[in-house]
């Protein structure tokens, strides 16, 4: 009977680990996703922090399914700061219709370092929605402090830093509604693509929202 109940311990045991294992290999599974961003300078891939920044990688992941960065832009481009789209359509050069703003997460212990991709926002905290931007350098300026929000990081970039690098030498200047620091020869998203592993989740419904100011330009201070 001992070596029976012993057995039978073992038994359950082996299943509960088995169980336990099992969960941590899908919970790791769904802590991040990866997008594929196809532009006219060369692709590159955005790893999303969907466990760190869920609110933000979710909303970002939602564009992305809804094919909402096909034929947008990368209109800011500032040396040795940051490169910034995702909002302007390249043929108007307009902002195009967004959700619901996100709220910031930028307290979620990611840093602005080289490489990582962040939310676009305003002066308000919590006015980021499709906007983001890759950090070409470590720019801690926009972390948070206890005095002010900072800057929602809720992804790095894992292939392609050559591509970003190589958008963020484009020269820049005036172009259309863009006072400066936009590149002279378009940078066009021409797509972006869930690689993995979230590829067959269903879209949730559109629910567009006008821009209240046409010609803003969310970003990074």
Known sequence: MLIKSATRI???AGLLLTWQLLGGICRAAEQTAQVRVTTNFGPFVIEVFTDRAPLTAANFLRYVREGFYSNTIIHRVVANF???GGGHDATTLQLKPTHENVFNESGNGLQNKRGTVGLARGGPPHSGNAQFYVNLVD???LDPVPTRWGYTVFGHI???MDVIEHIGETPTGAVGPFKSDAPLKPVIIEKM???SP???AAPPPVTPVTPAAPD???SPK
């Open 198 to 200: 979230q590829q067959t």
């Open 193 to 195: 693509e869930i690689i």
């Open 10 to 12: 073992s038994v359950l």
């Open 216 to 218: 803003t330009i969310l």
């Open 158 to 160: 894992v292939q392609g």
């Open 82 to 84: 940051v490169i910034q």
């Open 139 to 141: 720019n801690p300026d």
